[in-house]
Nanobody
Framework: QVQLVESGGGLVQAGGSLRLSCAVS????????MGWYRQAPGKQRELVAD???????NYADSVKGRFTISRDNAKNTVYLQMNNLRPEDTAVYYC????????????RGQGTQVTVSS
């Protein structure tokens, strides 16, 4: 059973930085796409960034130039470096993993709270 465990959330002032980590139980090599989603109160969940097994990255327009997603295959960990944080970045951030095979399988972590104060 694959499990994703996020860490690194917290409270930060606007303009500050945080780095989220997502530890994957099992091999990260089996995952075709790793990503981060977020959900703010009263809003729909949105994709923040994702990265393929080949290293291709995709970002939401709202975080381009401020956030960086990376993966360390040796540590089975995915990171989200968040710089120049804004109050509108406040949300619960979820790690996700997708494996494509005979069928698509999606996994998601429990989430970590990020709060940015103005």
């Amino acid at each position: 059973q694959v499990q994703l465990v996020e860490s690194g959330g917290g409270l930060v002032q606007a303009g500050g930085s945080l780095r989220l980590s997502c530890a994957v139980s099992g091999s990260i090599f089996a995952m075709n796409v790793m990503g981060w989603y977020r959900q703010a109160p009263g809003k729909q969940r949105e994709l923040v960034a994702d990265i393929t097994s080949g290293g291709s990255r995709n970002y939401a327009d709202s975080v381009k130039g401020r956030f960086t997603i990376s993966r360390d295959n040796a540590k089975n960990t995915v990171y989200l470096q968040m710089n120049n944080l804004r109050p509108e970045d406040t949300a619960v951030y979820y790690c996700s993993a997708t494996r494509f095979g005979v069928s698509r399988i999606d996994y998601r972590g429990q989430g970590t709270q990020v709060t940015v104060s103005s």
